[in-house]
């Protein structure tokens, strides 16, 4: 079945830097894009960063400090984040989608990793 584990989180200081990883299994990785969503306290689940083939995209809110990227030999994505913000603590999960702008293509989901971005 489809498994998706995010690491990585923790709590940094507001400038700071985090590289989130997720480990996916359960699915054939190389041929599906991958996202990143967050889900902040008592708000819902916002998407954060897609990468589809060579294209790359992201909310406006993260875009300039946040990076995709991914190694499909290690079934692995990852999500560099630099210049952090306290506005950027949340919940931090993985999803597989079918293409660019597509919903995630899986219902079920990791436990995420929390960020929290405090000085």
């Known amino acids: 079945q489809v498994q998706l584990v995010e690491s990585g989180g923790g709590l940094v200081q507001p400038g700071g830097s985090l590289r989130l990883s997720c480990a996916a299994s359960?699915?054939?990785?190389?041929?599906?894009?991958m996202s990143w969503y967050r889900r902040a306290p008592e708000k819902e689940r916002e998407w954060v960063a897609t990468?589809?083939?060579?294209?790359?995209a992201y909310a406006d809110a993260v875009k300039g400090r946040f990076t995709i990227s991914r190694d499909n030999a290690k079934n692995t994505a990852y999500l560099q984040m630099n210049n952090l913000k306290p506005e950027d603590t949340a919940v931090y999960y993985c999803?597989?989608?079918?293409?660019?702008?597509?919903?995630?293509?899986?219902?079920?989901w990791g436990q995420g990793t929390q960020v929290t971005v405090s000085s």
């Open positions: 359960g699915f054939t990785f190389s041929t599906y894009g």
């Open positions: 999803n597989a989608v079918h293409q660019l702008g597509s919903p995630p293509a899986f219902g079920s």
């Open positions: 990468g589809y083939g060579g294209i790359k």
